[in-house]
């Protein structure tokens, strides 16, 4: 094998002139003055920290935080660490990430179909609704839900009561809550058991209308297994959940799982908002695929529902889903906002509170901006895995 | 967002400010520039609060302009800027303010891993509760099971979760990055309490919707004595600060006020009040400014109970009494070491 691409050494082409050793030599020079400028950050900050003696390093996340935090996933008092506390906020930030995302995915079908209706009624509401959200910026948003829902709402004494179970006030709604007694496991085991279950049949079902074209009727069958097989396991253990109903007592409920308001008005406001981004996606994803496509499928005999769920819903997912990996990474990044209405995420529970009372900007503002880069990572990796699956395949 | 772009900046500042080179002093930094920048509050009425004309008044107001009459000679020679709870210490470290006075807390951990220095209490403070009237509580130990509405990034917020644990009560804290949205909040009904300093109770009850349905409870649960502040680093600039406020206490104590300290300066005979007004020694020379640095402050500003009483006095909308506030030869707190 003699090398034709590059000029043999000694040739009429000088060394500098040699593109191999050219690009390889630019590298280098820009990456070394890229860790040059990073350690010269580094270096400065350490140095002029240590000067005006204010405090560094990560021992801080052991210290007591010493501060309350209204919703908490994972225990948490006010003698937990700062390390607990990054972690409480943490959870918050995806709790509303997760939510949002979900509320705002369903929300944006919905009205993105229905800017293609051809019922005008349902084709202005969407349009309107579009047009209204998307164009008002969303901390005002989250303003509107706070500050205008939440006035108009009574007090815990007078709280909007349904059935007893659920009561609506200025404080949140209030939940019976589940509680978990011996025995819990094996209903919990069943659950997972039936729905394993449903998946293995829904395969061997395909299978078998791929086979002799017959179908069995999924949804009965489904659901049938999902009711019966838990019930089952709750009889045989002697119903081990029970239900806590909340009480008022003094000035607030006791019992019973709370949603805090600013939870509340954090994911409507962020989920309503990113809704219409997503709807205008869903509508350019319809609107790509040509008109051809239906008129094959309803020539072939499939109806009018099969037509969007089998043909042209998987054609579009191909233009929807790069943008609404975007909206999902935007959604999450907004939440951020929820200082303003004092809803503890990690914005203000770490880079608020925690920061004001260690002074340890350099290290917090660091871990911050690294949650949400890893956050972001992990969701365009999801998203990305499942744009794999459903784009086009060309043979 | 703009509280992270702060955060940010000083991030940037410290990270970027070259190390080795000598810097101007603080004082020197001050006079070239012709004005004081100050670090306020962004709207606490007695404290500093911007009226309809948008010029600043208030108890820290005045000291910021005490400052700017000691160093420039001009009271009006002061740019105010406002600031939440969260960023006044980074806007000192990255040294976008030269003083901070904004009802400030001094505790350890603040004086002494921030890299800031107190130079006194202006004003001697505890921590207090407000509640509506009609829910019939006359006892901060009576408010278990309450949601309290408080401001981010203060020792309220720590002082809070110390008193219900040491009483074994329970809370719900739902805490809010500016003052503002915390009185929004309780007015909406989102909290049945507002816990901050009693002083800001005062300040904070005047902007309720209706101001008379509420009360402060008794209790003070946490010693606050709030001051000015100063980035380390300076020493001469912490003694000027410093001693402005002493100058106002000693001027208070020997009955030296803004009305009549042209003619003291004339005729006293007292050698306490000549070395205060410069006539005897030369005190300002070494923090070095002037030797009539503290007749200035009296004859621009006046002395500490003329401050205390035009912003925060019982003549004042809040009506606070002298309290431990008066001088220490009237039963208070206040007392100043001797200028000599």
């Keep these: 094998m003699t090398d034709l691409a590059t000029p043999a050494s000694g040739g009429k082409t000088s060394f500098i002139n040699d593109p191999k050793v050219r690009s390889i030599g630019l590298q280098l020079i820009a990456l070394l003055a ?5 350690w010269m950050f580094v270096d400065n900050a350490s140095e002029n920290l240590a000067a005006q003696k204010i405090a560094t390093g990560f021992g801080f996340l052991d210290n007591t935080a010493g501060f309350g935090i209204n919703q908490t996933l994972i225990p948490y008092s006010e003698t937990s660490t700062y390390g607990r506390a990054f972690f409480v906020g943490l959870l918050n930030t995806i709790l509303v990430g997760v939510v949002g995302i979900i509320l705002a995915t369903v929300i944006g079908f919905l009205v993105g179909i229905g800017r293609l209706s051809k019922n005008f009624v349902v084709r202005l509401l969407s349009t309107v609704y579009v047009e209204v959200l ?86 009965p069958i489904g659901l049938a297994i999902l009711i019966l097989v838990p019930l089952a396991a709750m009889y045989v253990t002697g119903f081990p959940i029970g239900i806590e109903r909340p009480e008022l007592k003094g000035f607030n409920f006791s019992g019973g799982a709370r949603v805090i308001p600013e939870f509340v008005a954090l994911t409507v406001a962020l989920a309503t908002y990113t809704a219409a981004f997503i709807a205008e996606n869903v509508r350019a994803g319809i609107q790509a695929v040509s008109h051809g496509q239906t008129e094959a499928a309803h020539s072939l005999g499939l109806r009018n529902s099969q037509t969007l769920r089998l ?85 | 967002m703009k509280r992270l772009i702060s955060t940010f900046a000083v991030a940037g500042a410290l990270g970027l400010a070259a190390s080795g080179a000598q810097a101007a002093t603080k004082l020197e930094q001050v006079k070239s520039k012709g ?17 309809d004309k948008g010029s600043w008044t208030g108890l820290d107001v005045d000291f910021c302009r005490a400052v700017a009459s000691a160093v ?73 099971g309450a949601s309290i509405c408080t401001q981010t990034g203060t020792t309220t917020e720590q002082n809070l979760a110390d008193f219900f644990r040491a009483n074994n009560m329970n809370y719900e ?168």
Aim: hydrophobic share 40%; aromatic share 8%.
């Design chain 2, 173 to 340: 804290v739902i805490a809010f990055a500016t003052n503002d949205e915390v009185v929004k909040a309780y007015d909406a009904g989102r909290c049945d309490v507002l816990t901050t300093d009693r002083s800001g109770l005062a300040g904070e009850r005047l902007k309720l919707t209706n101001p008379d349905d509420h009360i402060v409870l008794p209790e003070i649960i946490s010693k606050e004595p709030l001051g000015p502040v100063v980035a380390h680093g300076d020493d001469q600039w912490f003694d000027i600060v410093k001693w402005v406020l002493f100058a106002q206490l000693n001027a208070e104590e020997l009955g030296v006020t803004s009305k009549n300290v042209d003619e003291q300066l004339k005729s006293t005979a007292n050698p306490e009040v000549k070395r205060l007004l410069g006539t005897e020694g030369k005190y300002g020379e070494g923090m070095g400014i002037g030797n009539d640095w503290a007749y200035l402050i009296i004859k621009n500003v006046g002395n500490y109970g003329e401050m205390y009483d035009k912003n925060v006095g019982p003549d004042t909308p809040l009506k606070l009494a002298r309290g431990v506030n008066a001088l220490w030869s009237k039963g208070g707190l206040q007392y100043a070491p001797p200028i000599r």
């Design chain 1, 311 to 395: 043909v042209v819903i998987p054609q579009a997912m191909r233009v929807i889903i790069p943008p609404l990996t975007s909206q999902y990474l935007n959604l999450t990044k907004n939440s951020s906002l929820a200082v303003g209405i004092g809803y503890p995420d990690l914005v203000a529970v770490f880079a608020g509170t925690t920061l004001n009372q260690t002074g340890q900007a350099i290290e917090i503002i660091a871990m911050t901006m690294g949650v949400y880069l890893v956050l972001s990572i992990i969701t365009s990796v999801i998203m990305n895995a499942y744009n794999k699956r459903v784009a086009l395949v060309e043979r």
């Design chain 1, 34 to 38: 890229v860790v040059f400028l990073g």
């Design chain 2, 35 to 51: 004005f004081v920048q100050c670090g306020v509050s962004q709207g606490l009425p007695g404290f500093s609060t911007p009226d």
């Design chain 1, 134 to 219: 998307r164009n008002l910026p969303p901390l005002f948003q989250i303003l509107f839900w706070y500050l205008a829902v939440l006035s108009a709402m009574p007090g815990p004494r007078n709280s909007i009561n349904l059935f007893d179970e659920v009561f609506i006030s200025n404080r949140g709604i209030i939940i019976p809550r589940p509680l978990f007694n011996e025995g819990t496991g094996t209903v919990l085991w069943s659950i997972g058991a039936a729905i394993l279950a449903v998946i293995l049949i829904h395969y061997w079902s395909r299978a078998r209308q791929e086979e002799t074209g017959r179908r069995l009727p999924m949804l």
């Design chain 2, 72 to 144: 420039l000679g001009d009271p009006s020679k002061v740019k105010y800027t406002p600031l939440s709870a969260k960023d006044r210490f980074t806007a000192l470290q990255s040294g976008d303010i030269d003083i901070l006075s904004r009802n400030t807390t001094w505790t350890i951990t603040r004086d002494t891993s921030l890299g800031l220095n107190f130079t006194g209490v202006t004003y001697y403070d505890g921590q207090g509760f407000m509640i509506r009237k009609d829910k019939k509580v006359n006892s901060a130990m009576e408010l278990s």
